[in-house]
């Protein structure tokens, strides 16, 4: 398994987990919950977004690895 392709793999994960977490934001009845949970998918967005920056970088640098 190459590291792009454990990236990748991390990032979906990631995109799995924000998906559930906007699903319990959705549920809360308390702000602070909700606030809470939100201020997480921000910072979860910001991370899965260094991570595809970063997907990009390893497919340029290894070409035969785009799309796997």
Avoid: H, W
Avoid at 17 to 38: I, R
Avoid at 39 to 66: D, F, H
Wanted: with cysteine; aromatic share 4%.
């Amino acid at each position: 398994m190459t590291v792009g392709s454990q990236v990748k793999g991390t990032v979906a994960s990631l995109k799995g987990v924000k998906a559930t977490l906007e699903t319990f934001a959705s549920l809360q009845t308390y702000s602070d919950n909700q606030d809470l949970l939100n201020n997480t998918c921000e910072t979860l967005n910001s991370v899965i977004g260094s991570l595809e920056r970063r997907v990009a970088e390893l497919e340029m640098q290894e070409p035969q690895y785009k799309g796997l």
